[in-house]
């Protein structure tokens, strides 16, 4: 069985500050990793994915996160946050023979 | 390119009443479909998928149903509400069941009281 553990329910973050969020998983077979975002009250939307290849993966608005095997961990980072990134975030993880398994979310709140 | 429509957005029901959401996709043949509930502070629960036109699986024994009766409709039904019914569900397709890369729809909150 696979599972994903998000460890902070919660990141409070000052505007232009760096960010990490923190995702791990467990899987007895390779993996691939996703982190997805959620506006209130919207649907999730892919941030970024890990397949294959190289192990730091991008998104278009400045994320970043990378696949560490030995430490089986998948970490989200921004070096700098904007007040438009407050949202709820997801790790997630699929083995290829079962359907994705989701972490409980981070809620990333950022103030002025 | 593909789109996602779900509905209602917003419904506030009482326990004992029947419950039907629908979800189709635009744009894409045969695709996998998904739903899914959000509790706060619980992440998202997987509650059924579909391969194809008539095959469901249930991941969680409950009080929900779902069908596919047309290949890019999938439908999430209850007979009799309970207050823990109370929830976001979010609908999803892929392209692959096994690779993981989802594409949800805006989601339909329901309130049971």
């Known amino acids: 069985a696979q599972s994903v553990t998000q460890l902070d329910s919660q990141v409070p973050v000052f505007e232009e500050a760096p960010v990490e969020l923190r995702c791990n998983y467990s899987?007895?077979?390779?993996?691939?990793l996703f982190w997805y975002v959620q506006y209130p009250n919207q649907g999730l939307q892919l941030l970024l994915k890990?397949?294959?290849?190289?192990?730091l993966v991008k998104s278009i608005n400045g994320f970043e996160a990378e696949f560490n095997k030995s430490q089986t961990s998948f970490h989200l980072r921004k070096p700098s946050v904007h007040i438009s990134d407050t949202a709820e975030y997801f790790c997630a993880v699929s083995s290829g023979y079962s359907t994705l398994t989701f972490g409980k979310g981070t809620m990333l709140l950022v103030s002025p | 390119s593909q789109t996602i429509h779900q509905w209602p957005a917003t419904l506030v029901q009482p326990v004992g009443s029947p419950l039907s959401l629908e979800c189709t996709v635009e744009g894409t043949s045969n695709p996998n479909l998904y739903w899914y509930r959000q509790a706060a502070g619980r992440g998202l629960q997987l509650l059924f998928y579909?391969?194809?036109?008539?095959?469901i699986s249930s991941e969680v024994p409950q009080n929900l149903s779902a069908s596919r009766p047309q290949d890019r409709q999938f439908i999430l039904s209850s007979k009799k509400l309970l207050l823990s019914d109370s929830g976001f569900y979010l609908c999803a397709w892929s392209v692959r069941l096994d690779v993981g890369e989802l594409f949800f729809g805006e989601g339909s909150r329901l309130t049971v009281l």
């Open positions: 890990y397949l294959s290849g190289s192990t």
């Open positions: 899987s007895s077979v390779s993996v691939y």
């Open positions: 579909s391969v194809g036109i008539g095959q």
